[in-house]
């Protein structure tokens, strides 16, 4: 489980009876509520080989801590992580519709693509 820790700005990772602590980067970029479902949903449709090459994909943009762990839990925090740093936003979800079609998740980065559409065709009069 994830736990913050609002005086040391850390967030606390159990996994598989390890614990890391991985600095927090703030919130600048939090994800939608709309673009969270469809995160999950893509989980739910990723094997562990796909987690792996989605980790392997997303690289240096993470902690290597975060990068290690291959759990459900591991890709949500990759994700979110993704999204603190400005990676990807509610407007830019390119770095993982191409990680996912890159990895032949082509179900994940449809997902993506059509929340993106969705999400330009409410703005537009």
Partial sequence: SYLSNALSDTFEIKAKGA??????????????NNLRGIVLK?????????????????????????????????TLCLIQCLFERNY??????????????TIRCFDAAKLLKGFHIE????FDP
Avoid: Q
Avoid at 20 to 26: E, P
Avoid at 88 to 101: M, Q, S
């Fill in 88 to 101: 990807v936003n509610d407007d830019d979800l390119t770095l993982l519709i191409d990680a996912f079609e």
């Fill in 42 to 74: 893509i989980e739910d449709r990723l094997s562990e080989d796909d987690r792996a090459r989605f980790h392997f994909y997303i690289g240096d943009n993470v902690p290597r801590c975060v990068r290690d762990d291959l759990t459900l839990c591991g």
């Fill in 19 to 32: 614990r890391r602590v991985v600095k927090h980067l703030g919130s600048a970029n939090p994800m939608n």
């Fill in 119 to 122: 999400r330009w065709t409410m």
